[in-house]
């Protein structure tokens, strides 16, 4: 069976251009699976089986979305096998995915992601870096993921856009307004030839050996400008996506826009935003609510 999850995660990057995070769960999740069946082989497990697993997630505290990931997985590796003929039915195929209450997005109010964005020492070349770091992934939305895969030849600051590969390797254009600009015009001019004296990998961002950045260092950067400007509510790169969502639709950008600059494959996804109080919308309750 190891060989078997090995085969399918290669067919999922091949085929669905699924990135390394994606694999990475995906073969935990297929190997806790495994260690479930014991010494049973996948061949013989019926829907029975699948929902016990689910079950056994539950009782170990695993939230409805986990659990959906988990099933997720199996389901992709049951197709995949029924495909190459060593299953002869999808004991998935019924098993109806969990579906638990989806958390609205807590965006930052505009005067913090303000402060935030600006709070990097910008007289020191790190520093430079991180603020071009967080203009950009407020200004654009952008997955940390999305930002770490940025490569100089993705940047076109004179036609004000970003080229931004998302999952499965789609790519999208992404406006980027003139401060965000101005920020990543001066990591590229004057500090990022200091840090690719030896090495230049030809990332947009580098560490201080010209290597690409690293997942724990886009977060790093992020909780260290958080601290700095006195945001005390743990602070992600995704509070800023959040964020730029947000502020766009509460300033009167159009769903279907703002579904495009995200990478959103449905608007649904988009529309959790809609459910946010708008400025206009607060303003409008405390002007007509008697008891506002």
Same mark, same amino acid.
């Given at each position: 069976m190891t060989d078997a999850v090995t085969e399918y995660l290669g067919t999922l990057q091949a085929e669905q251009g699924a990135s390394r995070n994606t694999l990475s769960a995906y073969r935990r999740d297929l190997a806790d699976f495994l260690d479930f069946l014991g010494r049973r082989s996948i061949a013989a497990v019926r829907a029975e089986d699948v929902v016990g697993y689910m079950e056994r997630l539950r009782r170990r505290g695993l939230r409805a979305a986990s659990v959906a990931r988990r099933l997720s997985a199996v389901r992709g590796l049951c197709r995949h096998l029924l495909r190459e003929g060593a299953l002869r039915g999808d004991p998935t195929e019924h098993v109806e995915t969990p579906r638990g209450a989806r958390p609205l997005p807590r965006p930052l109010p505009r005067d913090v992601a303000a402060a935030l964005v600006e709070a990097p020492d910008t007289s020191r070349p790190r520093g430079v870096r991180d603020r071009a770091?967080? +203009?950009?992934?407020?200004?654009?939305?952008?997955?940390?993921?999305?930002?770490?895969?940025?490569?100089? #030849? #993705?940047?076109?600051?004179?036609?004000?856009?970003?080229?931004?590969?998302?999952?499965?390797?789609?790519?999208?254009?992404?406006?980027?307004?003139? +401060?965000?600009a101005l920020w990543v015009a001066r990591?590229?001019? +004057?500090?990022?030839?200091?840090?690719?004296?030896?090495?230049?990998?030809?990332?947009?961002?580098?560490?201080?050996?010209?290597g690409p950045f690293s997942r724990q260092s886009i977060w790093a950067i992020v909780r260290r400008a958080a601290s700095v %400007?006195? *945001? /005390?509510?743990? *602070?992600?790169?995704?509070?800023?996506?959040?964020?730029? %969502?947000? !502020?766009?639709?509460?300033?009167?950008? #159009?769903? /279907?826009?703002?579904?495009?600059?995200?990478?959103? %494959?449905?608007?649904?996804?988009?529309?959790?935003?809609? !459910?946010?109080?708008?400025? %206009?919308?607060?303003?409008?309750?405390?002007?007509?609510?008697?008891?506002?």
């Open positions: 770091v967080l +203009e950009l992934l407020y200004a654009t939305g952008m997955r940390a993921s999305e930002c770490l895969g940025l490569r100089l #030849d #993705d940047v076109k600051l004179q036609a004000g856009y970003v080229v931004c590969t998302g999952k499965g390797r789609k790519q999208r254009l992404v406006p980027v307004g003139a +401060e965000a990591w590229t001019r +004057e500090a990022r030839p200091l840090f690719t004296r030896r090495r230049d990998s030809g990332h947009l961002f580098v560490n201080p050996r010209g %400007a006195g *945001v /005390r509510r743990r *602070v992600s790169p995704h509070v800023l996506r959040h964020s730029f %969502a947000s !502020h766009l639709l509460e300033g009167g950008a #159009d769903l /279907r826009s703002v579904q495009v600059m995200l990478g959103h %494959a449905d608007i649904a996804t988009t529309q959790i935003y809609t !459910h946010l109080p708008s400025a %206009a919308l607060t303003r409008m309750y405390r002007q007509f609510h008697p008891r506002a």
